[in-house]
């Protein structure tokens, strides 16, 4: 298999982890998607591990690109952040495994297996969660917003600067940019011009 993670300490953590069971091997450990993409095209391992966060969109992109060169191979999305937009993301994107940050080093072994066997894995509540999200109505991720954050996203979406934003509120400029970077987590968007498509999509905003 093949692990990809910007940090060295869990790169190794995760080798020796996996490493420790008989059954498993990894062929590489690489940094970043560009060396993910290098690696699967040479080694065309049966399983992938991958890094995927709101603020790296790359590890989405990899994800295409990895099953593009090596349909073979099951992409797993390791993420350390509590976003349920993150979830479906992954899935779009290819995936057939998916842990957040409440999984475990078990949990991973049995990923791992699941996916080397062709099967899907979703670790922990995610799965209840997903199904939570499907019973709910459309709006979705809006739900997760607090009435600040919504407030903030209808001002931001309008075209308001964080300064605007701060004294329409009355907050600090450095507060609204705090919810803006939060905003954006949440809702697994990667720039402004994604933000105010989410807005005008959930009628927060229009274009008038």
């Known amino acids: 298999?093949?692990?990809?993670?910007?940090?060295?300490?869990?790169?190794?953590?995760l080798r020796t982890l996996l490493e420790t069971?008989?059954?498993?091997?990894?062929?590489?450990?690489?940094?970043?998607?560009?060396e993910a993409l290098a690696a699967v095209e040479r080694l065309a391992p049966h399983v992938?591990?991958?890094?995927?966060?709101?603020?790296?969109?790359?590890?989405?992109?990899?994800?295409?690109?990895?099953?593009k060169a090596s349909p073979q191979t099951g992409v797993i999305f390791v993420s350390l952040q509590d976003s349920s937009a993150l979830i479906p993301r992954a899935l779009q994107a290819g995936a057939r495994g998916y842990l957040g940050r409440d999984g475990d080093g078990e949990e991973l072994v049995k990923?791992?297996?699941?996916?080397?066997?062709?099967?899907?894995?979703?670790?922990g509540s995610l799965a209840d969660r997903v199904f939570d999200s499907l019973r709910r109505p459309a709006r979705g991720a809006l739900d997760e917003l607090t009435?600040?954050?919504?407030?903030?996203l209808r001002l931001v979406a309008d075209g308001k600067s964080n300064a605007q934003v701060a004294s329409q509120l009355r907050l600090s400029t450095r507060t609204v940019e705090?919810?803006?970077i939060r905003l954006m987590r949440k809702l697994a968007l990667e720039d402004l011009a994604s933000l105010v498509k989410f807005a005008i999509r959930h009628g927060i905003t229009s274009l008038d």
């Open 48 to 67: 992938a591990i991958l890094e995927l966060s709101a603020h790296r969109p790359d590890g989405a992109d990899a994800a295409h690109a990895i099953l």
């Open 147 to 152: 009435a600040t954050e919504r407030d903030i």
């Open 111 to 123: 990923a791992v297996r699941e996916v080397a066997a062709g099967k899907r894995y979703l670790g």
């Open 178 to 180: 705090t919810y803006r």
């Open 21 to 34: 069971h008989e059954d498993m091997r990894v062929v590489a450990a690489v940094r970043g998607a560009d």
């Open 1 to 13: 298999m093949l692990i990809a993670d910007e940090h060295w300490i869990v790169r190794d953590g």
